[in-house]
């Protein structure tokens, strides 16, 4: 049974679900019913003005937080400058002014967006977010409740962000991402160095063999590995299941410039009939430069595959988010 947020026409609505309730409403979602990839939240800190560290945040802390989701911790590992944390449908990366929450599509990853944010400015000033899904197919496809989601997921980032600006990255009927972003990061007099990277990857109906067993059963296998050269940058990897197909998903923030080499190797070792690529790299990273450059880092161009649709987002602030979708090329 699903619940409506109503709200009276005769008054100006409080929230931004009583907004969109006077736009005809929208039912609070009730099987959770999918047919997304992937959900990613982040939320970045200003932990300079105090002093202090995310990285401080307890494991009990951390589990108060996923009881939002009803979800239990099943792994915790610390590391110098990284922390990862593991449930059945979520993974969590924390550095000392940053945490990201990745998570399977049929969590309500947005249930987390006001208390991850309240956690965070108790550390210091929430100074830039982001909450992006992959979808798979149409968000008002009839067989799901895709459409309740996401207006349930657009209602609570505005609610906590009301300045965050939303984007449709992709075709409309599938194979896109939402993607909204707040953004109030101080950049007078140099204030802050932009250097962020951010590089997904979504591979489907990738090789049997190369796929985790258990995520046949409903389970979602992760894991996470820190990289050598950077304390607090990683490598982060899921297989699972959605729509019938093997998938696997991979992220990093790696400032390194061979991203193209990485994930060449990815794609040699699950051999994907298809990838979704999504990047994002602030100003003052090497990558960015070199892409001002025209030279796309070997990030435009993959043996055997061929480039179906590309979408660029630039921004204000000199960033940009560039998806490409990349398809099996005919022999």
């Known amino acids: 049974m699903t619940t409506q947020w109503p709200f009276p026409r005769d008054e100006f609505p409080s929230t931004v679900q009583g907004l969109m309730s006077l736009w ?3 039912d609070e979602p009730a099987n959770v019913t999918d047919s997304g990839c992937e959900k990613r939240y982040e939320v970045d800190v200003n932990v300079t003005e105090r002093g202090t560290s995310v990285l401080a945040v307890t494991k009990q802390q951390w589990q108060a937080l996923m009881n939002h989701l009803k979800e239990e911790i099943c792994e915790c590992n610390e590391f110098e400058e990284l922390t990862w944390i593991r449930t059945p449908q979520c993974a969590l990366m924390v550095t000392k002014d940053k945490v990201v929450v990745t998570s399977s599509a049929v ?7 006001a208390p991850l944010m309240e956690l965070c400015n108790t550390m210091g000033t929430v100074q ?7 979808n798979i197919a149409s968000p008002w496809e009839p067989d799901n409740e895709m459409n309740h989601v996401m207006a349930s997921e657009y209602a609570e980032l505005k609610q906590a962000f009301p300045q965050g600006k939303s984007f449709l990255i992709g075709p409309l009927d599938g194979d896109h991402y939402f993607y909204f972003v707040f953004d109030a990061l101080n950049r ?5 160095l932009e250097n962020d990277s951010q590089v997904n990857l979504v591979m489907y109906n990738v090789a049997p063999e190369a796929h985790q067993s258990e995520s046949s059963n409903g389970k979602v296998v992760q894991t996470c590995t820190p990289l050598d050269n950077k304390a607090d940058e990683y490598e982060a990897l899921r297989h699972f299941y959605t729509c019938g197909q093997r ?10 410039e061979a991203h193209g ?6 794609l040699e070792e699950y051999q994907p009939d298809r990838f979704t690529l999504i990047t994002l790299f ?24 061929k480039t179906e649709n590309c979408f660029t987002n630039e921004f204000a602030h000199g960033y940009t988010v560039r998806k490409t979708v990349f398809v099996r090329a005919a022999i």
């Open 282 to 305: 602030d100003p003052a990273t090497v990558v960015a430069q070199r892409y001002a450059k025209g030279d796309r880092c070997g990030l435009d161009k993959f043996a055997k595959y």
């Open 107 to 113: 969590t309500l990853l947005h249930l987390l967006v």
């Open 188 to 192: 007078k007099n140099g204030a802050v």
């Open 128 to 134: 830039w977010a982001s909450f992006m899904r992959k």
């Open 24 to 26: 005809g409403g929208f």
């Open 261 to 266: 080499d990485r994930i060449v190797k990815l």
């Open 247 to 256: 998938c696997v998903t991979f992220e990093t923030n790696a400032t390194s």
